[in-house]
């Protein structure tokens, strides 16, 4: 899905849109939106089956236009809160508007749909999460190991994890 | 199971097919990246990047330590342009605790003035390597000659080559040696002549135009949409540089353009146009310097009473929150992304999302349908550190 560049510098900045008004926009998809405006950039909480949807509206929309996608990463919370998060930082060039959307996942099985296919930065970023989180993203085009050896064991930036004792027959522990 | 197998398996493939293992260890490849290449003849038919081989946990560091004490590892995130990176991750912990609009200004200029010696030291790097890539051998001396006369002077401020750990949350290790600025006016002086003999012998030689003009040709929606940016971006023709964008520092006091690739030898985006405005950067670079060693030598002198460690923090605790800081390194966008719980000096997640990482993924793409020389000279252009790849 690749969109064609809105070729203008950076100064446009008459065409903003204030945080309230980006949550107009996503308004009729999730509903009454919670947001976190103590974060920065402020951010929209999305439920994992909205997501692909309020993603396509936000890179679509002409008056929205997130052409890049700056960051995606996970986060667990440990298992007392028992969840798990995934967060996307949303940049759109030309207007220079930046948003934040959170995902709470159950920390078993979490599952997301994979947004790769909107923003192909995602594809390598979803891959990472996966491997170190343990989250399931949904259609993902190639859910293979990227930074981890394919035989490693466990999700390494989970609150929770023990290494493994040996991997192939080397000590683990340092 | 094997620990890194390849994608495509030999009994899949066609009979005139075959696939090419390129890395881990090789030259050309910058660091440990290691191609899986898919070959129809000489033709390539898909390339898969096989990363991971110096990934060294550092968010997993980070969860366990105070925040002023990962500046030593988000050095070794893109180890040759070190203080870019620093500056950044200072940056965003300044911001989180609500103290970034009182650094002194001799502070954020000195921070100023050693990134972009490092922006400098890296682009060398990254010309110079990639001419050697690419047959041209001298060049690469002339800029490693010319890159350690950069990293003693900035030896000079904290003692360490590469790995600086020099600017500090609030503040910065040391102040800058008496005379250094002086010696840092030498240098811009001896630099600028050999900048133009650099540019006559390599970027505008025949033989480095017929290897690099039209290939790799990475079209704008293609690089906005894989997240590419820095100097990969614009070379392919959008005029988007953090710097100015966000503003950040001390830099909308200063006078800089940003160039941009327009073609002059082929074609927008193509692997001639990265390097002509990494080149073109270095002009850039210098101008700023020479704007920063303006205002040390006169509006903020050193004075006796300054003291750069006036303002650290006693404890670094910022308010609970998420905070999504960016900046412009050497290769492009470098963000931290924070969680910050409110009860502890140590950040419940810190994510670093490298430029290298971006850039690199979309080396598949650039690169179906052409010979293997062409490969590596699009590998080049990326001027990628695995360092910051991998993390």
Not at chain 1, 42 to 66: G, H, M, R, S
Not at chain 1, 96 to 113: F, I
Not at chain 1, 124 to 132: G, K, L, P, V
Not at chain 2, 152 to 178: K, S
Request: proline share 5%.
């Amino acid at each position: 899905m690749l969109q064609k560049p809105l070729n203008v510098y950076w100064k446009k900045k008459n065409s903003m849109l204030d945080f309230q008004q980006l949550v107009g926009i996503v308004k009729p998809i999730i509903g009454e939106a919670g947001t976190d405006e103590k974060s920065t950039p402020k951010a929209i909480l999305v439920t994992a089956a909205d997501l692909k949807k309020v993603c396509i509206e936000l890179n679509q929309n002409p008056a929205t236009y997130f052409d890049m996608l700056s960051c995606l990463t996970g986060i667990d919370n440990g298992t007392q809160a028992n969840t798990m998060e995934v967060v996307y930082n949303l940049y759109s060039i030309p207007f220079n508007h930046h948003l934040m959307l959170k995902v709470t996942l159950p920390r078993e099985n979490p599952e997301v749909d994979s947004v790769s296919d909107i923003w192909r930065t995602a594809n390598w970023h979803e891959r990472e999460t996966a491997e170190m989180f343990g989250v399931k993203f949904n259609g993902h085009p190639d859910p293979r190991k990227l930074l981890l050896p394919a035989d490693w064991e466990g999700h390494p930036l989970r609150k929770d994890y023990q290494h493994q004792e040996k991997y192939r027959d080397v000590i683990v522990k340092y | 199971m094997e620990s890194e197998p390849n994608k495509f398996r030999e009994d899949g493939l066609r009979s005139e097919e075959m696939i090419i293992n390129l890395g881990p260890q090789h030259p050309s490849t910058h660091g440990v990246l290691r191609l899986e290449v898919l070959m129809d003849g000489e033709i390539i038919k898909e390339v898969v990047p096989h990363l991971g081989y110096l990934h060294r946990c550092f968010e997993k560091h980070a969860e366990n330590l105070p925040y002023n004490q990962v500046i030593p590892f988000v050095d070794r995130l893109d180890y040759v342009a070190s203080m870019n990176s620093e500056h950044v991750y200072a940056m965003g912990v300044e911001r989180m605790l609500g103290m970034a609009d009182q650094i002194p200004k001799r502070i954020e200029y000195i921070r100023v003035l050693v990134a972009e010696l490092n922006r400098i030291a890296s682009h060398f790097i990254a010309i110079g390597t990639y001419g050697m890539d690419i047959g041209a051998f001298t060049p690469f001396f002339w800029v490693m000659h010319d890159r350690e006369h950069i990293l003693r002077l900035l030896e000079w401020t904290c003692g360490a080559r590469l790995l600086y750990n020099y600017i500090w949350i609030g503040g910065l290790y040391y102040d800058t040696p008496v005379g250094f600025e002086e010696r840092c006016r030498e240098f811009m002086n001896y630099i600028k002549p050999k900048l133009q003999e650099l540019e006559t012998v390599l970027i505008e030689n025949e033989i480095f135009i017929q290897r690099t003009a039209n290939v790799g040709v990475l079209p704008l929606d293609l690089a906005i949409n894989y997240g590419v940016t820095g100097p990969m971006l614009r070379g392919s023709g959008l005029r988007f540089d953090l710097r100015k964008v966000d503003g950040y520092s001390v830099y909308p006091e200063l006078d800089f353009t940003v160039p941009i690739g327009e073609g002059k030898k082929g074609t927008v985006g193509d692997c001639w146009d990265r390097t002509w405005v990494r080149m073109q950067e270095i002009h850039e670079s210098v101008k700023i310097i020479e704007q920063c060693l303006e205002k040390l030598l006169k509006e903020h002198k050193r004075t006796k009473e300054f003291d750069p460690h006036a303002l650290l923090p006693k404890k670094i605790r910022p308010q609970a929150q998420d905070f999504y800081v960016r900046g412009e390194t050497p290769k492009g966008e470098l963000g931290f992304f924070f969680r910050a719980d409110g009860t502890s000096d140590i950040p419940f997640r810190c994510k670093a999302r490298s430029c290298s990482f971006s850039n690199l993924s979309v080396l598949p793409e650039i690169s179906r349908g052409v010979l293997v020389a062409d490969l590596i000279a699009t590998i080049g252009s990326v001027d990628m550190v695995m360092g910051e790849v991998d993390r």
